[in-house]
């Protein structure tokens, strides 16, 4: 039952996101990054490869695709750096369970934050999990604006052009994948099915069981 929701609710997202990008163009791909760097989830794993898949057809570029969704990634990420500033580490905490953001998840944000500091906002752009939610803690420490921005996007840029070139090469085999769409659409949606009900049982576990002492923050 719990696959078969899954599997629904991938298709709703992906029918959104191809939707979206079909008929927005280059502001679609910046409006859905922004989306997904607020800490919401949606899979930047779909939205630039099919981004890509538009550069093959010619509607896109590869730079200019991957150029929109650093800037898409920056504006959501300002967006969790607000929230995180203005409301402080109890309202994330407390509205942060919402997009299965755990305290856990957060206190590993903050680590790392601490540790290296400023420059970390560029390298976690590459790293699954803590890409999106490194901007609350700089929010949390008042980050300085320029470095944040600057960072951000620099950060974003190669992440989303990688996904875009993969996207581009995808594209490059459609007519044979096409004849096989069938049992690859399958085969992916009980995949991402099978990681969406990991990701979500995980969360629900790391918050009943409450932060690591190592996790808490003073």
Do not use: N
Not at 114 to 126: A, C, D, M, V
């Amino acid at each position: 039952m719990i696959e078969g929701l899954s599997k629904r609710i991938l298709t709703v997202l992906v029918t959104f996101i191809t939707g979206t990008i079909t008929a927005l163009g280059y502001p679609g791909v910046c409006l859905l990054m922004a989306i997904e760097s607020a800490a919401i989830p949606l899979p930047s794993e779909v939205i630039m490869p099919f981004s890509g898949y538009l550069a093959y057809t010619g509607r896109f570029t590869l730079h200019w695709a991957a150029f929109w969704g650093a800037a898409g990634c920056v504006i959501g990420s300002w967006a969790a750096y607000l929230v995180a500033a203005w409301g402080g580490r109890p309202f994330v905490h407390r509205y942060g369970r919402y997009v299965f953001l755990s305290k856990h998840d957060l206190a590993m944000a903050e680590r790392m934050f601490q540790r290296w500091g400023s420059p970390i906002i560029f390298f976690s752009r590459l790293m699954p999990v803590v890409r999106t939610f490194i901007s609350l803690p700089a929010g949390l420490a008042r980050m300085r604006a320029l470095p944040f921005t600057v960072y951000t996007f620099l950060g974003s840029y190669p992440f989303c052009w990688l996904l875009a070139w993969l996207g581009y090469r995808l594209g490059g085999s459609w007519d044979e994948l096409e004849a096989r769409f069938r049992y690859l659409h399958v085969c992916i949606l009980v995949l991402l099915a099978a990681g969406a009900v990991w990701w979500i049982r995980r969360h629900i576990i790391l918050e009943r069981r409450g932060p690591a002492p190592e996790d808490v923050t003073p």
